[in-house]
T-cell receptor, first 113, second 116 residues
Framework: GESVGLHLPTLSVQEGDNSIINCAYS??????FIWYKQESGKGPQFIID?????DKRQGQRVTVLLNKTVKHLSLQIAATQPGDSAVYFCAENSGGSNYKLTFGKGTLLTVNP | GAVVSQHPSRVICKSGTSVKIECRSLDFQATTMFWYRQFPKKSLMLMATSNEGSKATYEQGVEKDKFLINHASLTLSTLTVTSAHPEDSSFYIC????????????FGPGTRLTVL
């Protein structure tokens, strides 16, 4: 299950199951959102992105859903594999000329074989 | 394509010394590079935005005299941690945006700094 608190939120799933990672973003003016995967000791790796004029976008085994009404973003991973174990961050870009990203707190996904 | 490197990947230094971290875009030109700091089990916090040929823009609470940023070319930005102290120990990550594609950031592998 998923737990949220002072520590990094965690999600533990069985190999082959689908995973859903959630993110609440802060700025209603944000118009571009990205999901990143970060393995231990490495930099973030781009997974998928979505712009505010869309509510769903699919990639290979991953789907991102955007609900602008409640400022919520989710990442769905189909048929989760042990190699998917990592910390997942959502990031929002509030637009403007500086293109700064604001990262969410992250979720640790653990895939059990 | 779109590879960003950082050097060194890991550095240990004594308190009071300065450490320089390099961020390079290997196969594209980057007008803008970003420097982040990450503590264990925490998210990435933006420290500063580095624009080629101009002064960096620092986030609130980040000391510009402590964290010197130089972006002298379209493929290289450097972060120098001056007079490092143990509380500066962290994981420093850079990202680079291809010129003309400002909303895309490619991240480097990070640099682990340990100050003794």
């Amino acid at each position: 299950g998923e737990s949220v608190g002072l520590h990094l939120p965690t999600l533990s799933v069985q190999e082959g199951d689908n995973s859903i990672i959630n993110c609440a973003y802060s700025n209603s003016a944000s118009d571009y959102f990205i999901w990143y995967k970060q393995e231990s000791g490495k930099g973030p790796q781009f997974i998928i992105d979505i712009r505010s004029n869309m509510d769903k976008r699919q990639g290979q085994r991953v789907t991102v859903l955007l609900n602008k009404t409640v400022k919520h973003l989710s990442l769905q991973i189909a048929a989760t594999q042990p190699g998917d174990s990592a910390v997942y961050f959502c990031a929002e870009n509030s637009g403007g000329s500086n293109y700064k990203l604001t990262f969410g707190k992250g979720t640790l996904l653990t895939v059990n074989p | 394509g779109a590879v960003v490197s950082q050097h060194p990947s890991r550095v240990i230094c004594k308190s009071g010394t300065s450490v320089k971290i390099e961020c390079r875009s290997l196969d594209f030109q980057a007008t803008t590079m970003f420097w982040y700091r990450q503590f264990p089990k925490k998210s990435l916090m933006l420290m500063a935005t580095s624009n080629e040929g101009s002064k960096a823009t620092y986030e609130q609470g980040v000391e510009k005299d402590k964290f010197l940023i130089n972006h002298a070319s379209l493929t290289l930005s450097t972060l120098t941690v001056t007079s490092a102290h143990p509380e500066d120990s962290s994981f420093y990550i850079c990202s680079a945006s291809p010129s003309g594609h400002g909303d895309t950031q490619y991240f480097g592998p990070g640099t682990r700094l340990t100050v003794l």
